[in-house]
T-cell receptor
């Protein structure tokens, strides 16, 4: 059974700091891994998608890596800003079954202090 | 702006009642799925619809049911509401054709409180 874990559960950093969020999964049979951002009480905003054949993706100050063999992904945020404060969720799309099925971690709550 | 819209945004129901939540998928997307997110947890997959038929289901009882319409809009119905059904319900859409490369887009969700 696929399980997704995110560490740390919460993180508080001063503005301008670079930071890394971690995601691990137990089964490497995945189509892709997707990182999302969720603001309080809101829906999910897709940040980056890494296909299983890829090693990393970049968008602006965000860089996500994927090591499928070890079951790990990291989201790197450069020069953090108070507007980055949110919950960050990673999710894997496993092979087989419903292809829109994502399995999520419980998220990392990030607070960037001005 | 993801192009996925949900209604209502908030609602309160009494235990034992029934509720219908609605979703309009992003234009061109042929697959819609629904998720339940309890407070402090990650979203949990409820089910998926493709071409108006359910083609995948998570670990949810039959009182959770759905519909997908020809215009790719969708409904989630929950019967015999229980207190534990209180959660944020998220609708997501994508194209089924390329699961490896297609981003799944989520709506803003519907907050359901059961009292």
């Amino acid at each position: 059974k696929q399980e997704v874990t995110q560490i740390p559960a919460a993180l508080s950093v001063p503005e301008g700091e670079n930071l890394v969020l971690n995601c691990s999964f137990t089964d490497s049979a995945i189509y892709n891994l997707q990182w999302f951002r969720q603001d309080p009480g809101k829906g999910l905003t897709s940040l980056l998608l890494i296909q299983s054949s890829q090693r990393e993706q970049t968008s602006g100050r965000l860089n996500a890596s994927l090591d499928k063999s070890s079951g790990r992904s990291t989201l790197y945020i450069a020069a953090s800003q108070p507007g980055d404060s949110a919950t960050y969720l990673c999710a894997v799309r496993p092979y087989g079954g419903a292809t829109n099925k994502l399995i999520f971690g419980t998220g990392t709550l990030l607070a960037v202090q001005p | 702006e993801t192009g996925v819209t949900q209604s209502p945004t908030h609602l309160i129901k009494t235990r034992g009642q029934q509720v219908t939540l609605r979703c309009s998928s992003q234009s061109g997307h042929n697959t819609v799925s629904w998720y339940q997110q309890a407070l402090g947890q990650g979203p949990q997959f409820i089910f998926q619809y493709y071409r108006e038929e359910e083609n995948g289901r998570g670990n949810f009882p039959p009182r959770f049911s759905g519909l997908q319409f020809p215009n790719y809009s969708s409904e989630l119905n929950v019967n015999a509401l229980e207190l534990d059904d209180s959660a944020l319900y998220l609708c997501a859409s994508s194209l089924l054709d390329r699961p490896s490369g297609n981003t799944i887009y989520f709506g803003e969700g519907s907050w359901l409180t059961v009292v």
